[in-house]
């Protein structure tokens, strides 16, 4: 049984999908108008981890998470660097992809963009203000916040104490609401700017009901999960709640996670030094192994704070290298020994209770910090396994599924696609026959074409292995 913190409740609760086996998931995404930084890799990562916990628990998952590509900070960078705003969108999208890629993030179910939602987003705003939760000024559509009863039940403010801090903000847009704390639904075009238009004249949507139209166009009006980083529980995730159920009159999420930051290690000064170079993806993934960080990210329980060093990812990568060692140890000696059956059911028995003890923690709110301790454990075991006399094949190749399934939901596939483990096999073999002949022109071709590849070989006394180099 599943269970997850929900910060509208600020309690752990058992999971229960509205629909058995299903999940409905929405996790906001990035506003594309440049690369993205550690901060927003570390959401992806956490959500595409629990993603895929749950999938591995059997799940089927819809898990939708947009494109913010209509906002302020675009149509900025689109002045900065002469092109279009949905020109600055495509590009930094396309960027967004090849770093998620790199970082091994599934793609979501859909990645659907504001740019094809106008008329969803017009309709929405329209039904907002038939029922006196939205109204026009001057080109300008505001939330009538204090209509709606729960304002403040995500982020547990009071709207009183909300309303002090609101009033003090000044503004042309100030001038135009009825109460400080309503907020832009939709705001008229300023000269230069791209417009989309609309029943009040030509403008572009906030940013809040963006994603309250895109969650509910694909996810229904009661989604199981909201997810998102930290900063977006105020006002972000308030202002979608009161959108949605204002609307609707139905509960717009049943369960809402959210995130911790990522921190840069003070004391460790090299790091900090070179903090401007490094906060990118992109830039980051020139200077560490993204394999790496992807390990470090999703191992650290989603709600802490990752505290970013260049000891912990030294650390990490020292953890990720030991995992990969036994992983190559029990797949170098799969072999076709008969089995052995009370000896085997031993083992087996002994696998099938580290998965207990791995859903058992994973269950807990997705406490990866927890389960990578029990992959550790299973590493440790196959380390132990393979070095017995005879391996069965059966024990083996369980040990091997269970390692990997695991190691996949943090995002890790040991693998290359490069060279797939037959290929290796059977280059080996060629070089093991051309040493047999005398022939060391080939053998030495074959093993630099291999070094090549990042594969080292290691010649022993029980034959000839291999492991994947950095
Ligand atoms: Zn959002």
């Excluded at 059997?58 to 947009?66: A, D, K, L, T």
């Excluded at 990812?313 to 140890?329: D, H, P, S």
Aim: net charge negative; charged share 30%.
């Amino acid at each position: 049984m599943i269970q997850i913190y929900n910060t509208l409740t600020r309690e752990k609760e058992i999971f229960q999908p509205i629909e058995a086996g299903k999940v409905r998931m929405y996790v906001c995404g990035p506003t594309v108008y440049n690369y993205i930084h550690i901060g927003n890799a570390r959401s992806t990562i956490a959500f595409d981890t629990i993603r895929r916990y749950l999938e591995y628990r059997g799940y089927e998952v819809n898990y939708v998470s947009n494109f913010t590509d209509v906002d302020d900070k675009i149509i900025r960078a689109a002045n900065e660097l002469g092109i279009t705003a949905p020109e600055v969108a495509d590009r930094f999208i396309q960027a967004f992809e090849e770093d998620t890629q790199s970082l091994n993030v599934q793609p979501a179910t859909s990645h659907p963009r504001v740019m094809d939602h106008m008329p969803d987003i017009l309709i929405f705003i329209e039904a907002l203000i038939d029922k006196g939760y939205a109204y026009e000024a001057k080109g300008d559509v505001y939330y009538r916040t204090r209509n709606f009863d729960g304002y403040g039940k995500l982020s547990h403010q009071s709207i009183d104490e909300l309303e002090v801090g609101a009033s003090q903000r000044t503004g042309v847009e100030q001038e135009l609401k009825e109460d400080p704390l309503d907020f832009a639904l939709w705001k008229g075009a300023k000269a230069g700017e791209i417009s989309w238009e609309s029943p009040w004249g030509a403008g572009r949507p906030g940013w809040h009901i963006e994603c309250s139209v895109m969650a509910t166009k694909h996810l229904g009006d009661t989604i199981d999960i909201h997810g998102g980083g930290q900063d977006l529980e105020f006002p972000h995730h308030e202002n979608e709640i009161a959108q949605s159920e204002a609307k609707t009159g139905q509960t717009f999420a049943n369960y809402w996670m959210h995130n911790g930051y990522v921190t840069i290690g003070e004391d460790d000064e090299k790091m900090s030094k070179s903090l401007g170079n490094f906060v990118t993806v992109h830039e980051l993934a020139k200077q560490i192994d993204p394999q790496i960080l992807r390990f470090f990210m999703a191992t650290t329980q989603y709600r802490r704070p990752i505290r970013y060093s260049e000891a912990t990812i030294k650390e990490a990568g020292v953890n990720l290298q030991k995992l990969r060692n036994a992983f190559e140890n029990l797949s170098f000696r799969k072999t076709g020994a008969a089995a052995q059956l009370d000896e085997d059911e031993r083992k087996l028995h002994e696998l099938a209770d580290l998965e207990v003890r791995f859903t058992t923690e994973m269950d807990d709110d997705f406490n990866a910090a927890n389960g990578i301790t029990v992959v550790y454990e299973l590493a440790k075991w196959i380390n132990q396994y393979s070095e017995q006399e005879t391996v069965s094949q059966v024990v083996t190749d369980k040990a091997l599924e269970q390692f990997e399934q695991w190691l996949s939901i943090f995002g890790i596939v040991f693998l290359s696609d490069e060279l797939v483990d037959d290929e290796i096999d059977q280059l080996i073999e060629e070089r093991n026959q051309a040493r047999k002949n005398r022939d060391f022109a080939r053998s030495d071709e074959i093993r630099d074409l291999l070094k090549d590849k990042g594969i080292t070989l290691e010649d022993t006394a029980q034959g000839t292995r291999w492991r994947r180099s950095e």
